[in-house]
């Protein structure tokens, strides 16, 4: 029998591809977001009810981190609304080495729902979808932690172990650990980004201090800058964060898609080049 998934930040990095792996699959899916109907706001717990009706399964994608303040609670109240709701079965999508973020699985993992947890690596995407993406346009990309090495992690594969995890309850009451392949530091991804867009691209490296500097002097919003600080201070280099998984394998029977393959496929979808606008 099908069940009705709903998808919460359904049109998100993770989120929009899980909806069309089961879509694709005929699966009925439902888009949890501020602009679905129904709508779905994580600052607006009286649109959850309405959201989460008639669903049997939840992915949860939490805006916009796990570990700011309030998060907590937020899970808390869900959990309890997807119980009251009649939801089967949770699967969190957290992020590998964040305290905070392992307080938020505890609550699904004690919630009495059947739940898996996937906990990721960064990102392969925030080079082309988020934080990163301006500087590279820009062609100047200024880091702290220059020696920090992250096993980044392909969006792709982390939709298709939250799409195996959602349909197969052989993962019921596991804890994913999804990594790449290999470790990276900022300048050699910026270097191999640069080289296979044949753009010039810098990297300079700079202190945590001087980047918050820096980013406060763009009119980036105050939250958003207490996220970076805490990504850059706890979280890059905590301790286990260097070390490659072996799950996604584990779970879909094939390796996760490396770096380059990612570089490679971004640079054709042309985001790296995008036309420089003619002088009328
Ligand atoms: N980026 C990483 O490297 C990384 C690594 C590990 C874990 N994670 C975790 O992944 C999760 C998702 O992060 P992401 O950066 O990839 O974001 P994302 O999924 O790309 O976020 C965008 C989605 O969230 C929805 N959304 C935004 N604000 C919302 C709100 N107030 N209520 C309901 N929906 C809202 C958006 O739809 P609408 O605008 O229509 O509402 C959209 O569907 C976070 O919890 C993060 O901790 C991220």
């Not at 989120?15 to 706001?41: C, W, Y």
């Not at 008639?54 to 808390?76: H, R, S």
């Not at 905590?238 to 394998?249: L, Q, R």
Request: charged share 25%; proline share 6%; with cysteine.
């Amino acid at each position: 029998m099908k069940n009705n998934i709903l998808v919460i930040g359904g049109t998100g990095k993770t989120g929009r591809k899980v909806v069309e792996k089961l879509q694709h699959m005929n699966h009925p899916v439902r888009i949890g977001s501020r602009k679905a109907t129904p709508s779905f706001d994580w600052e607006k717990p009286s649109t959850w009810e309405n959201a989460l009706e008639g669903i049997e399964k939840v992915y949860i994608t939490f805006q916009p981190d796990l570990a700011v303040p309030g998060a907590l609670e937020a899970i808390k109240s869900l959990t309890e609304q997807a119980l009251k709701s009649g939801v089967k079965k949770l699967v969190l999508l957290s992020g590998k080495g964040e305290r905070e973020a392992e307080l938020c699985e505890e609550v699904v993992m004690q919630s009495g729902l059947d739940y898996t947890i996937i906990r990721a690596s960064w990102f392969s995407q925030n080079f082309s979808e988020t934080f990163f993406l301006d500087p590279i346009l820009a062609g100047h990309v200024a880091l702290p932690k220059p020696d920090a090495k992250v096993p980044y992690v392909d969006t792709n594969d982390i939709a298709d172990v939250a799409v195996e995890v959602l349909l197969n309850d052989k993962h019921n009451g596991q804890i994913y650990a999804l990594t790449g392949p290999e470790l990276w530091t900022f300048e050699e991804v910026i270097t191999e980004i640069s080289a296979a867009s044949g753009r010039e691209i810098q990297f300079t490296p700079i202190s945590l201090e001087e980047y918050i500097k820096m980013l406060g002097e763009h009119q980036v919003p105050t939250d958003y800058i207490w996220l970076i600080n805490y990504l850059f201070s706890n979280v890059l280099d905590a301790k286990g964060n260097n070390v490659i998984s072996h799950d996604i394998e584990r779970v879909l029977g094939r390796k996760p898609t490396d770096f380059r393959k990612y570089i490679r496929e971004t640079v054709k979808t042309g985001v790296w080049n995008p036309p420089v606008p003619q002088p009328n």
